[in-house]
């Protein structure tokens, strides 16, 4: 392959080291550029690649666990993090947890030792499109070359926040006393609503006021989120008075509790996350609790008593494309089809799933290349569903982690969680191996 079949990669984080190797074993010749150690963002400590900055876990590994599905298609698509992080495990039970260090000396050993790779220690500014570029600068992206993406992309479509609400199974909630129904009845019936009455609606704002909190970065900090716009914390509000709530995100006006013919004291709303109706936001819930914290207390409200979380909310910085607009299903810009962007960045959310993000940009890159288009992998799969989810318009799209409820339901359910879930991976692994015979990548 001659030199004009060269791409760039900017950022040798998760996403960047899987897509440069991925490539370079392809025979692509790769010129990987990575800011440390000449700058270091405020989380990022070592000047080796992929460098995991918070949690040293890699999450599940049993296949009929959503981590664990992911993991097997990667490893399919022919992963070299994987192996990486096999190499250099510790034990975490049935996780796949790693020596951080020993983790990124041995994909840096990889990527450096890779004949089709250049490596260019220095901080991009601007993105050359010249020839096909992958962006995999991840969350944290900022100064002239945020600027630079926000003059490719126009106008607001990059977010420097995660301002995000929990998200919860729709098989999950009781349906008993959740109800279907827009305030004044206006259009469809487009909302859930968890209704309360006066007594659950007291002890749920006592134990939401004095509820434990995440400790903020300085970094998060630095943001002062409290006073953005449309996003105060749910605690934040809870803590001004026992009516604020009431007045605000849960305003019981315009809604009749079907079981008791009665407006409710309060009133949860649910909205849908996704097509199929499987996942539900809490409306006006962003905030900055715990994990622990928000199962104990948003569990408190009525229908939620089970409630699976599939993702916490969360506050915290985090640069992030509103992909649904600007992003195809190959993950180039829409408007500059030779930039192509990977890994957090897109809303692929999480160590795995920013790799695995990797693995599908460069995938499509290649296919580009060789003067091919690819279609995006089946949306049974938990790579085609997450690709599937970022490129779909959402009103108010945040970043998505690797969940089965973003997997289309099976044909016919099966009642017994574990079971299901075993069954969705096995679909989901027939899928992936049908994508990739049927592509030859
Ligand atoms: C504070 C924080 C904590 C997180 N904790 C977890 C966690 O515990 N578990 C989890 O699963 N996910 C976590 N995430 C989310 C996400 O999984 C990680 O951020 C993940 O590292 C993203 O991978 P990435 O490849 O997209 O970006 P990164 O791994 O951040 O890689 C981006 C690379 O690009 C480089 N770079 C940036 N700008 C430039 C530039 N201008 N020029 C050249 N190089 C540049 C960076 O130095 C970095 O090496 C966290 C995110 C944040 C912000």
């Not at 192996?83 to 947890?97: K, M, P, S």
């Not at 840096?108 to 260019?120: K, M, Q, R």
């Not at 599939?310 to 993950?331: A, C, I």
């Amino acid at each position: 392959m001659s030199e004009m079949q060269a791409i760039t990669v900017l950022g040798a984080g998760l996403a960047g080291c899987e897509a440069a190797l991925w490539l370079a074993g392809q025979g692509v010749q790769v010129h990987l550029y990575e800011q440390k150690p000449v700058h270091f963002s405020p989380a990022h400590k070592a000047e080796g690649f992929a460098e995991l900055i918070c949690s040293n876990s890699l999450k599940a590994e049993r296949l009929d666990s959503a981590s664990g599905l992911l993991k097997a298609e990667m490893k399919m698509l022919g992963s070299s993090l994987l192996g990486c992080a096999e190499a250099t495990r510790v034990a975490a039970g049935g996780a796949l947890a790693v020596d951080r260090d020993a983790f990124s000396q041995a994909v840096t050993a990889l990527v450096e030792g890779h004949e089709n790779i250049t490596i260019h220690r220095e901080r991009v500014e601007r993105i050359d499109d010249s020839r096909p570029v992958l962006v995999a600068t991840g969350p944290l992206t900022d100064g002239e070359l945020a600027a630079d993406i926000q003059r490719l992309i126009g106008g607001q479509s990059l977010s420097f926040y995660d301002a995000a609400a929990p998200i919860v199974t729709a098989e999950s909630l009781d349906m008993e006393k959740v109800f279907a129904a827009s305030r004044y009845g206006r259009g469809e019936a487009d909302y859930l609503n968890c209704p309360f009455n006066k007594a659950e609606y007291e002890a749920f704002h006592a134990a939401l006021s004095t509820a434990e909190r995440a400790p903020l970065h300085d970094f998060d900090a630095d943001g002062d989120l409290t006073v953005y716009e449309g996003c105060m914390p749910i605690e934040v509000m809870a803590g001004r008075g026992a009516d604020t709530m009431r007045f605000g995100p849960l305003r019981p006006v315009g809604l009749t509790d079907p079981r008791t013919g009665h407006r409710p004291w309060a009133n949860v709303q649910l909205r849908s996350e996704n097509r199929e109706n499987t996942l539900y936001n809490l409306v006006g819930f962003q905030t900055n609790l715990k994990f622990g914290e928000q199962k104990r207390v948003f569990s408190m409200i009525p229908g939620l008593e089970n409630a699976e979380f599939v993702r916490y909310g969360v506050m915290h910085r985090n640069t992030f494309l509103n992909s649904p607009k600007l992003l195809g299903e190959d993950l180039a810009l829409k408007s500059h089809p030779n930039v192509w962007f990977a890994g957090q960045i897109t809303g692929f959310e999480g160590y795995m799933e920013s790799a695995a993000c990797g693995l599908l940009a460069a995938r499509n890159m290649l296919a580009a290349l060789r003067g091919r288009t690819l279609p995006p992998p089946p949306a049974d799969t938990m790579c085609g569903a997450l690709i599937r989810y970022i490129t779909t318009e959402n009103k108010d799209f945040q970043p998505m982690g690797s969940n089965m409820g973003i997997l289309p339901p099976l044909e016919s359910h099966i009642r017994d969680k574990r079971e299901r879930y075993a069954a969705l991976a096995d679909r989901a692994v027939a899928s992936m191996q049908g994508w990739i015979d049927a592509n030859q990548l």
